[in-house]
């Protein structure tokens, strides 16, 4: 099973940037598809972004879309997600994982701590 472990949040002010990175170990994080997950509070966690094993395909959620980038290097067992121009509505703990499925936007069922991301106005 993968461990992950996801790092970079923080505190920003609306309109700045972040760079967020989960680590994965285990052997098959290269050959797994790799998705952005972030839960606000009082609300289900929900899909951002994701990527293929190969990192040829991206895909994401309408509300992310052309703001963030997600991007793997299998050497390094990472998945990052560049986000640009947050918004207050950003505010989230966020999680990678391995998606079930690619187009399903799914999950697998292990999750790491995540990494909060809050943005000010």
């Known amino acids: 099973q993968v461990q992950l472990v996801e790092s970079g949040g923080g505190l920003v002010q609306a309109g700045g940037s972040l760079r967020l990175s989960c680590t994965a170990s285990g052997r098959t994080f290269s050959y797994s598809h790799m998705g952005w997950f972030r839960q606000a509070p009082g609300k289900e966690r929900g899909f951002v972004a994701g990527?293929?094993?190969?990192?040829?395909?991206?895909d994401y959620a309408d509300s992310v879309k052309g703001r963030f980038t997600i991007s793997r290097d299998n050497a390094k067992n990472t998945v990052y997600l560049q986000m640009n121009s947050l918004k207050r509505e950003d505010t989230a703990v966020y999680y990678c994982n391995a998606l079930s499925q690619w187009g399903t936007r799914d999950a697998m069922d292990n999750w790491g701590n995540g990494t909060l991301v809050t943005v000010s106005s």
């Open positions: 990527i293929t094993w190969r990192g040829d395909t991206t």
